[in-house]
């Protein structure tokens, strides 16, 4: 059966044509399991894709008007069956679905790739064929940039991770990912610990991962997961100024054509100092210094002294010290308002790794000032904070605190519970949070519940991650997998430079698209996607759509939590 059409407009834009939304990836046995239909259906049957043999048969909920995509939709339940195998699900009327697997390795392969893409953003590196396979290329970005405020005065800055679809690199969504990912492997280390990545530091000490020298302990080995995170930590080391202050971004004055990233040969520029950039650094800094303290207590100390260098700087500079991209730049800003909650996490993170009281009192000071206490994006981190504060075992750690921050994510929890449960595709999402990125939207949301369930110590909203994982991979209203190379109708034509450039049909596996945008921003987008498109519908798979397609590394990472929690 044809299950998809071609838009005359762009005929490389693929559109699906099925009423069956599943999860391409599949489902795990014991857990929840939905198909969302939008058309009229009584019942459903579960057929094994092998033997065309009927399996199971259940009837279909008629759900009703879905606000956000404006679909009358149904849902088929098959929750209780739960025997592993690759099945179709086929209506009364005869409509059948993509085929899916039950099995309990299912998020395996996706949650492997969201985290292997990583590797294929990072700059100034050989990506060689061992390792990247036909998505290999020369190494980029390796000449020495230079500083915005005196271009006579060079660093080198190379490694670190692209950004997103350009070839820039910032601090502030830089330390959201690496936040995202560390509080992955600190509360599910037995997901990620072992993880086989095949990159460059594979088998290696940790202490070769560090310094490349040839000879290591190898009982100290580090993980793959942490191997590749520190590949953006060691970046971050270089863009520390001597007086502790922290560069805000490294980039070209202007974005790339898309040519490959060894092509993109203009000046890389050293944007200046941020408050933000600097509070973010030195969080994630001591952050990251007590989880590699097991592998290598030398990285470890290097980490916790460059995070204190930077908070002497935030007691040295006390206001508010923003960015704005200079006129001819039209590189990625990451401006923000107000630096309260990026030195609440930054003195938390500190306090936690020091046990100094002196950092204790500055983060209970900042609690006095408004702002979001379970923000988990680049411009909203008081979440990372009082997530860590929670996790932490400090003997004198107030009981109090914890209690309300507790409270705090419960709360939220319960409230996108709400959101869901009125959604028929299960999304915790309102009308407003389809912006640009929305899939990073859906997974902090992800994020939040499992957050909850880990601090409750029950599976209570395990349900409600798996249905926002389920979105992610299928079940919504585009019928869109907006992981590459995951399921058979998968995003493929992400907003990203190599991806175009390399000439190659198949996309690089692992990339999460920004997802649906009510409010399209950029002038394909505009024309693909008409006035009054209902806001999950705002989608086109389209290279040159970045307010609906592009990938950043700061959407990756909430992939990862979320798929490592479900795992």
Not at 49 to 76: E, P, R
Not at 496 to 525: F, K, Q, T, W
């Amino acid at each position: 059966m044809d299950t998809t059409y071609f838009d005359e407009r762009t005929p490389n834009v693929k559109k699906f044509s099925l009423p069956i939304f599943v999860n391409q990836a599949g489902y795990k046995p014991e857990s929840i399991k939905r198909a969302v239909i939008k058309e009229k259906a009584s019942h459903f049957s579960l057929i094994n894709a092998d033997t065309c043999v009927t399996v199971y048969k259940g009837q279909c909920t008629h759900f009703g008007l879905d606000t956000n995509s404006q679909d009358d939709v149904y849902i088929a339940d098959f929750s209780d069956f739960k025997d592993c195998g690759t099945y179709c699900l086929v209506t009364d009327t005869n409509v059948s679905s993509l085929p899916f697997q039950i099995s309990d390795t299912v998020f395996d392969n996706v949650l492997h790739d969201t985290i292997k893409a990583f590797y294929f953003l990072r700059c100034g590196l050989d990506l060689e064929e061992k390792h990247a396979g036909k998505f290999g290329h020369s190494a980029c970005h390796t000449a020495k940039a230079v500083l915005w405020e005196d271009q006579t005065i060079s660093h080198d800055i190379t490694g670190g991770w692209h950004d997103a679809g350009d070839y820039g690199r910032y601090i502030t969504a830089g330390a959201c990912a690496l936040a995202h990912l560390l509080f992955a492997y600190k509360m599910y280390p037995k997901k990620l610990k072992n993880l086989s990545l095949n990159i460059p530091e594979s088998n290696a000490s940790a202490c070769e991962v560090l310094s490349g020298d040839t000879v290591g302990n190898p009982s100290c080995r580090l993980p793959d997961f942490l191997a590749e995170c520190k590949y953006e930590l060691l970046w971050f080391l270089k863009m520390q100024r001597e007086d502790g202050g922290v560069y805000h971004k490294a980039t070209t004055l202007r974005h790339a054509p898309f040519v490959m990233p060894e092509e993109d040969r203009n000046t890389m520029l050293i944007f200046p100092v941020s408050s933000m950039a600097t509070a973010d650094f030195a969080a994630v800094c001591a952050m990251a210094s007590g989880i590699y303290r097991e592998f290598d207590s030398v990285f470890a100390d290097t980490l916790l002294t460059a995070a204190e260098k930077s908070a002497h700087w935030l007691e040295q500079n006390p206001d508010f010290l923003g960015f704005k991209n200079p006129d001819g730049c039209n590189t990625g800003e990451y401006g923000e308002r107000d630096d309260k909650d990026n030195r609440f996490w930054a003195y938390t993170e500190l306090y936690i790794a020091t046990g100094k009281e002196f950092y204790h009192d500055r983060m209970k000071a900042l609690l006095k000032m408004k702002f979001p206490l379970t923000g988990l994006g680049f411009a909203a981190v008081g979440g990372f904070g009082t997530l860590s504060y929670l996790l932490c075992d400090r003997e004198n750690a107030s009981m109090e605190l914890k209690d309300f921050f507790k409270e705090c994510f419960l709360d939220e929890a319960l409230r996108l519970k709400e959101l869901s449960d009125s959604c028929g595709y299960g999304a915790a999402m309102a009308e407003e949070d389809y912006i640009w990125g929305s899939n990073m939207s859906l997974l902090k949301h992800g994020m939040i519940f499992a957050i909850a369930d880990y601090l409750t110590g029950t599976d209570t909203y395990l349900p409600y991650a798996t249905l926002q994982a389920d979105y992610l991979l299928g079940v919504n209203a585009t019928g869109y997998s907006y992981v590459t190379g995951t399921g058979a109708f998968c995003c493929n034509y992400p907003h990203l430079r190599p991806a175009h450039a390399d000439g190659i049909e198949e996309c690089i596996p692992g990339m999460v698209s920004g997802g649906p945008n009510r409010h399209p921003a950029d002038a394909d987008a505009k024309i693909l996607i008409p006035e009054g498109t209902p806001p999950m519908k705002c989608f086109a798979d389209d290279v040159g759509c970045y307010s609906l397609n592009e990938i950043t590394i700061y959407w990756n990472s909430p992939a990862v939590f979320v798929l490592a929690y479900l795992k």
